[in-house]
């Protein structure tokens, strides 16, 4: 079975949550969301609701948070840590995300920024999964600066 099609996990006590990786311009697409203590840019995306398929996940989530429409994915990796905002254990399942439409943060999403793997100098906050896995394998692949 392709990741795409897996489904929410029901034997896992961890928070399961579907990302996407938006390159533009050789920069990585990060985002805020609204009323969150934390300063910490995290991937788009969301949780997985019960039946749903990564897959479907992904667009739901880019289609409420950003406005955009997912034309195609690549899966990149599944990864596990504690939530930045929840501070609980995480599994994220990150596509690489080809959209479509010009982003507009939406519901919880307060804005997004374009970064690239020196996002530390420039004073940038990340979850620990985007800064530690998913950055640095978008460098390796010289997908961005």
């Known amino acids: 079975m392709r990741p795409q099609d897996q489904t929410f996990d029901r034997n896992t006590n961890a928070m399961q949550k579907v990302g996407a990786v938006i390159i533009h311009d050789r920069k990585i697409m990060v985002v ?16 997985m609701e019960l039946g749903e398929s990564q897959l479907e996940c992904l667009t739901r989530e880019l289609a409420e948070e950003l ?5 195609r994915e690549e899966y990149i990796g599944t990864y596990k840590d504690i939530a930045v905002f929840e501070g609980v254990p995480l599994v994220i399942h990150a596509y690489l995300a080809i959209i479509e439409g010009d ?22 906050r990340v979850g620990s999964i985007m800064a530690r896995k998913v950055i640095p394998e978008m460098k ?5 600066d």
């Open 32 to 47: 805020r969301k609204k009323n969150e203590e934390q300063l910490e840019c995290i991937m788009p995306g969301g949780r």
């Open 67 to 71: 406005n955009v429409r997912l034309l």
């Open 103 to 124: 982003p507009m943060p939406a519901n919880e999403i307060k804005e997004f920024l374009w970064i690239d793997s020196a996002f530390e100098q420039d004073g940038i």
């Open 140 to 144: 390796r692949r010289d997908i961005i």
